[in-house]
């Protein structure tokens, strides 16, 4: 990683959320097959829509800056996206895997959240006007993401109570 000044940093750190959001397009498909609750695989459905018009909204701000994009795979979704494969691997399908699927959802929401934070920031302090509030608005829509998902945990967590009492 050659970063020496903050606009490389920006480059940098958007190369890498713009593939993380790439290979999400291709894990979210999955996730939503391998949920037994019809809410769960409805959410992972809605949020695909929603991570193409965030790889949407990175092309153009990269048009926007006249920037170009560096080439390289975010090792952090990688290790999160295998996570899923193993959760679907390893657990029977049903409300223990749909759980474990949330939790993982979840650690990608505040990757992304954590992730899209930073851009904002940078972009804010390199003057890049046109770019903060397309940032900002998929920074909004990672955290509708992850609250959602934690409603969908909690609602199922006393669905299965119910069942067991």
Same mark, same amino acid.
């Given at each position: 990683m050659s970063v020496k000044t903050i606009e490389d940093l920006f480059v940098h750190e958007?190369?890498?959320?713009?593939? =993380? $959001?790439?290979?999400?397009?291709? =894990?979210?498909?999955?996730? =939503?097959?391998?949920?037994?609750?019809?809410?769960? +695989?409805? =959410?992972?459905?809605?949020?695909? $829509?929603?991570?193409? +018009?965030?790889?949407?909204?990175?092309? $153009?701000?990269?048009?926007l800056l006249g920037i170009r994009l560096k080439r390289m795979k975010c090792a952090a979704m990688e290790g999160l996206v295998e996570e899923g494969k193993e959760v679907?691997? $390893?657990?029977?399908k049903g409300p223990l895997r749909d759980v474990a699927l949330i939790g993982g959802g979840n650690k990608v929401e505040h990757y992304e959240i954590a992730s899209? +934070?930073?851009?904002?920031?940078?972009?804010?302090?390199?003057g890049y006007a046109k770019a903060v509030p397309l940032l900002s608005a998929t920074l909004q829509e990672e955290k509708a993401a992850d609250a959602k998902l934690t409603l969908l945990s909690e609602q199922l967590g006393k669905q299965k109570m119910a069942e067991n009492a």
């Open positions: 958007l190369s890498d959320i713009y593939s =993380a $959001e790439k290979q999400l397009t291709k =894990a979210l498909p999955r996730l =939503a097959r391998a949920s037994s609750s019809p809410e769960l +695989g409805e =959410a992972f459905s809605s949020h695909l $829509e929603e991570t193409q +018009g965030q790889v949407e909204r990175i092309d $153009e701000i990269v048009e679907i691997d $390893e657990i029977e899209y +934070g930073t851009l904002v920031a940078l972009a804010k302090q390199l």
